[in-house]
């Protein structure tokens, strides 16, 4: 399978714990996306890497939240002291993005948090 | 701000008939649009995109219409299979950027 992959797909955790997911783009792609997406909504961007560094991030990343792609590989999303709040599924979408050309977002099957 | 709306959160059809799921959008700066599809519990299947260099594209049973003087788009599934049925996304980005944003999502049904 060389789609998108998450880890976990769910998670459940007491509001205050910390959680972390794990995302392996599709290994061609150089860019690496997550967004979020609650009930009844679309998703919804929260970050973005190219190789390893971290170009943007949405008013939506609270500074509870961080994300690194250390090798330009994989990455991680970390919130720190959960709230209720982040109940959610968490995407992960990677792409190959050229100079002048836009980019075709491939999606991994998404983790789901509780926050209890 | 919700720069792309999807006005239908749901749409019933038989199937072998035509469905079509429509968008709107707001902001001029987007040049590119994307449909996805997407199962319970399963992340965002890409089904076709269009550049706003076109007015059309195909692909297979899908087809995506893009009326840039409206900011409309609209996708047409021609025949419907019940195997069809998911929640449909309309997202646009910009050739410059990075972000999708994306409408809230038409549930459609295809009945047998």
């Known amino acids: 399978d060389t789609g998108v992959s998450q880890d976990p797909r769910h998670k459940i955790t007491k509001r205050g714990q910390n959680v972390t997911f794990r995302c392996d783009p599709i290994s061609e792609h150089n860019r690496l996306y997550w967004y979020r997406q609650t009930l009844g909504q679309g998703p919804e961007f929260l970050t973005y890497?190219?190789?390893?560094?971290?170009?943007?991030k949405s008013r939506l990343l609270s500074d509870r939240f961080s994300a690194e792609r250390p090798k330009g590989s994989f990455s991680t999303l970390e919130i720190q002291r959960t709230e209720q709040g982040d109940s959610a599924m968490y995407l992960c979408?990677?792409?190959?993005?050229?100079?002048?050309?836009?980019?075709?977002?491939?999606f991994g099957p998404g983790t789901r948090l509780t926050v209890l | 701000d919700q720069q792309v709306k999807q006005n239908s959160p749901s749409l019933s059809v038989q199937e072998g008939r035509i469905s079509i799921l429509n968008c709107d959008y707001t902001n001029s700066m987007f040049d590119y649009f994307l449909w996805y599809k997407k199962y319970p519990a399963e992340g965002p299947t890409f089904l076709i995109s269009?550049?706003?260099?076109?007015d059309k594209n195909e692909d297979g049973r899908f087809t995506v219409f893009l009326n840039k003087s409206a900011k409309h788009l609209s996708l047409h599934i021609v025949p419907s299979q019940p195997g069809d049925s998911a929640v449909y996304f309309c997202?646009?980005?910009?050739?410059?950027?990075?972000?999708?944003?994306f409408g809230e999502g038409t549930q459609l049904t295809v009945n047998p």
């Open positions: 979408a990677s792409s190959f993005k050229r100079a002048v050309s836009y980019n075709e977002q491939f």
């Open positions: 997202a646009a980005g910009e050739t410059s950027g990075s972000r999708l944003t």
């Open positions: 890497f190219q190789n390893e560094a971290q170009l943007e």
């Open positions: 269009i550049s706003s260099i076109k």
